[in-house]
């Protein structure tokens, strides 16, 4: 994904918080940059949490702290962000921007939006957002994790975890594979995000 020319001083501190943070949480481990990791908040809500490239997308969220200018980005983990808009914050540090999710974003990986301050510091990360493709699929390579009659778990190599739904009889837990299919915020299992599967490749 490509980088903005204002974005550039921060773009190697962007990459290794995208490297760094996992999806299910933002970890305390060291990164190169002067942001304390407890300062970098989990941006509350993206509406819709799946679509194609073009697709206006509902940030919000309440938890930042007060800043003097704020940024809205899109990237995904290990390349780098994209700056979209600039967002006026409330007194209590609140956003809502909408944004348009970019002509370039892959479909083979999730996607996160990141707020950022006047300096390109991080301060804030959503949850991943989904790209479909013209079909509507999303593809994520990854191995199944578990497995059982009613709940199959499956991890992609960004660390996100899905139930998967429909044909997956010939999933073995362990083996890598590519899965296409529809992307659900909600599933029958543990009510995780979830993918109904219409293609499985090795």
Known sequence: ???TSRSSRSSTAMFAILA???PACLSAQAHPTSVAPEEIRRIQSISPQSGPPGTLVSVSTLNLPLEARVHVGVGAMGRGFEALTEAEQGRWGEIAVRVEVPADSPWDRPIVFIAFNAIFAPIGMSDPFHVTNDEGLVRRTGEV?????DCVLFMDRDGYTYEL???TNELQVGVEVRIDGVFFNTG???GGPTIGVSRILP
């Open 1 to 3: 994904m490509r980088q």
């Open 145 to 149: 994790t578990s497995k059982s009659d």
């Open 20 to 22: 760094v943070f996992g």
């Open 188 to 190: 029958p299992c543990s």
């Open 165 to 167: 739904t429909g044909p």
